[in-house]
């Protein structure tokens, strides 16, 4: 698979260091746990949608557009990163935030992700949580077409076939330091959304044949919905690198047994996720994805289905500015001269 016949523009930091977690992997003494550290993309706090706007904003350019558009939920870490990544191009941008919660505090609506969208300089449009947000933005596109503006509309999530090659690259990327480490990957686990990521990693690691299966968590959609949503992205964009085919449909697993009460709210496996990885490895996991994916990890561990002597990599997918859109969800004290 040669990426390099498709247009680019160079926005992350790649490639983005594969690590091993020897405390966590000791305290919950089963597999050795690995992660590949795309919080660490680099634009506006990073996370997994940089991969995907190096791809998507090199088309608008190619395109002419003169202003991106996408949409997400009011905390989403996508349009925060691509508030960021059209600043960097000199694009402006403008966000359909849509209300998937109705979490009313001061936190939610205007700290994380949303201060950052601002600090961008992002113009922002606040939905209601509305079946199709994707019909939105083509309507909101089309609104400033007649307007004489050059709109470039990115789906939600970045997730069509050209936002997929991010991952497709992250699978060749992902493969090769493991090969040079010597390290054997047993599995691959993350936080499946809107399906790019996982579509794009398996449509990789298939092209390439690489041996390595591939369990996303998801957040949102049930079992049978996001396999197929992942499916049908998965095949598209296998067919987009000239490997039509490689990717089957019993390749694409992906278990929503840790959504919890829905997308956006936090679950008490996932607040344990995140103090686990915040106090063994000092490192921070997002209260919406990648921890619900690690409390999965965490749990399908504790259960047995991944034992010592495996390698287990964990995608971690980036986020952790919405931590600060969750604060009250930890239960500390209000204030830093309390216990
Ligand atoms: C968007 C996102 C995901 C999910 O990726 P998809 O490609 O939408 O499936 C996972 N983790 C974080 C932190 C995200 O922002």
Known sequence: MNLARFPRLRLAHLPTPLEHLPRLSAALDGPEIWIKRDDCT???SGGNKTRKLEFLLAE????GADIVLTQGATQSNHAR???ACAARIGLDCHLLLEDRTQKADHDYTASGNVFLDRLHGATL????????????????AARLAVEGRRPYAIPGGGSNPVGALGYVNAALELVSQANDAGLRID???HATGSAGTQAGLIAGLRGMHAGVPLLGIGVRAPKQRQEENVFRLAAATAELCGCAGAVRREDVVA???YVGSGYGFTTPAAIEAIQMLARLEGILLDPVYSSKAMAGLID?????EFSRGQNIVFVHTGGSVGLFGYVRDFGFPPDATAP
Not at 300 to 304: D, H, N, S
């Open 300 to 304: 399908l561990v504790r259960r047995g």
């Open 42 to 44: 680099g634009m506006s």
């Open 81 to 83: 990163q691509t508030a």
């Open 60 to 63: 608008a350019q190619a395109q």
């Open 125 to 140: 449009e606040h939905h209601p949580a509305t079946p199709d947000m994707n019909a939105e933005l083509a309507a909101a």
């Open 187 to 189: 599995h691959v686990v």
């Open 255 to 257: 278990n929503c047994d």
